[in-house]
T-cell receptor, first 109, second 118 residues
């Protein structure tokens, strides 16, 4: 079992739909990262959070430390949101990240 | 926000040659840089962690003589793939970290370098 698990692995939705991607982890972490990787390969860091909730534009990330679970939400989804979304956690006491398998999101117009 | 660049973005080389990839933090000093590789439709795999002025720490199974890492300054790390072979073809990504302590350190990712070995 991976230390960081994401679901679903693939998600296809229509433009405008509300999207939720889930991440569960078994390691002790100091913070959790949500990353976005576009088809060209470049990775963008969306959020780093250690508690509660963060919002940036149409993106919202939440984390429940007790349940070891985080979610990434996209409101009013758009085809340009199509990408692979990856959650990653630094193992406590270390800087290196443990990555989830990624969720491939496709938003159809 | 913090920017990390990689050069080149894409390289095609012949088998047996060596290829150098640069990773630069453009507007901050990175205490630590990380090198990852990614095969198609797979997640990132950490290859090594490098701190400025010291030897890189390689992950298990990564050959340090094959993948040479030099971290000469707080803004530059290089990965050299020596005697490249087709199986080294992959997407190589670096990230740079600012050590803040406290609740966690943010890693800023470079755009990646796609290496194709013929």
């Amino acid at each position: 079992k991976n230390e960081v698990e994401q679901s679903p692995q693939n998600l296809t939705a229509q433009e405008g739909e509300f999207i939720t991607i889930n991440c569960s982890y078994s390691v002790g972490i100091s913070a959790l990262h949500w990353l976005q990787q576009h088809p060209g390969g470049g990775i963008v860091s969306l959020f780093m959070l250690s508690s509660g909730k963060k919002k940036h534009g149409r993106l919202i990330a939440t984390i429940n430390i007790q349940e070891k679970h985080s979610s990434l939400h996209i409101t009013a989804s758009h085809p340009r949101d199509s990408a692979v979304y990856i959650c990653a956690a630094p193992v406590k006491g270390a800087q290196k990240l443990v990555f989830g398998q990624g969720t491939r999101l496709t938003i159809n117009p | 926000g913090a920017v990390v660049s990689q050069h080149p973005s894409r390289v095609i080389c012949k088998s047996g040659t060596s290829v150098k990839i640069e990773c630069r933090s453009l507007d901050f000093q990175a205490t630590t840089m990380f090198w990852y590789r990614q095969f198609p439709k797979q997640s990132l795999m950490l290859m090594a962690t490098s701190n400025e002025g010291s030897k890189a720490t390689y992950e298990q199974g990564v050959e340090k003589d094959k993948f040479l890492i030099n971290h000469a300054s707080l803004t530059l790390s290089t990965l050299t793939v020596t005697s490249a072979h087709p199986e080294d073809s992959s997407f190589y990504i670096c990230s740079a970290s600012i050590l803040r302590g406290g609740s966690g350190d943010t890693q800023y990712f470079g755009p990646g370098t796609r290496l194709t070995v013929l």
